[in-house]
């Protein structure tokens, strides 16, 4: 859903899906092919919070600010399921591991990729292209073109993933029985894991 608030509308571009699940609320601007999953909480009541072209923000994820402040997550972010974004701003294409928590002023640099469940303390710095761990978040070591190249694919399908909702994403009734020939959907991206063994 979209609300206004204290007068501010968010401003989302129509090639953008928001799922009705999800809250987007005030002083937020949504760029181009971008999609926020279910569940997801986008709050612009004490700040403007922008979204560049190409950014997602997946299923139960949180961005929000203290009052006063203003974020970016620039093009082609990627924040995982249920990462917290709290006052922090985003490189272009770079990854937030899943229930990944990132405080207020932190910068997370171009092309960088924070692990799942990393918990990055208020105003740190990290610079570009790097691999970010553990409680608290420490660079561990350089991301390397394989890497960026892997992130950015998969990247790819979340930017598609608007115009597909668009097109057949609709409210409907289940199915009372498994149908004889349901396809299983392909496989079309890797785990890092398997891409790195390519």
């Known amino acids: 859903m979209i609300y206004s608030f204290n007068g501010y509308i968010p401003v989302v571009h129509e090639s953008s899906f ?6 987007v609320t005030g002083n937020v601007i949504i760029g181009k092919n971008c999609y926020i999953g279910p569940g997801a909480a986008i709050r612009g009541d004490w700040g403007q919070i922008i979204l560049e072209d190409g950014v997602n923000v997946q299923e139960n994820c949180t ?3 203290f009052p006063g402040k203003s974020i ?7 924040v995982g399921h249920g990462a917290i974004i709290h006052g922090a701003n985003l490189g272009k294409n ?4 899943m229930n990944t928590v990132i405080m207020d002023d932190a910068e997370i ?3 960088s990729i924070v692990g799942a469940m990393s918990f990055i303390k208020a105003e740190t710095i990290i610079p570009k292209r790097s691999l970010v761990v553990g409680n608290p978040a420490k660079v561990v070591k350089e991301v390397t073109d394989d890497m960026i190249a892997w992130k950015t694919k ?3 399908l979340y930017q598609q993933l608007p115009a597909d909702c668009h097109e057949s994403l609709k409210v409907v ?3 009372r029985v498994v149908p004889k020939h349901m396809k299983i959907q392909e496989g079309v991206y ?3 894991r398997d891409f790195m063994k390519k």
């Open 63 to 65: 961005v929000h600010m």
């Open 154 to 156: 998969g990247t790819k």
């Open 109 to 111: 640099g171009d092309e």
């Open 72 to 78: 970016t997550l620039k093009e082609s972010a990627h």
């Open 173 to 175: 009734e289940p199915l």
């Open 18 to 23: 928001v799922h009705p699940l999800a809250a």
């Open 190 to 192: 890797d785990t890092l």
């Open 94 to 97: 770079c990854l937030i591991g």
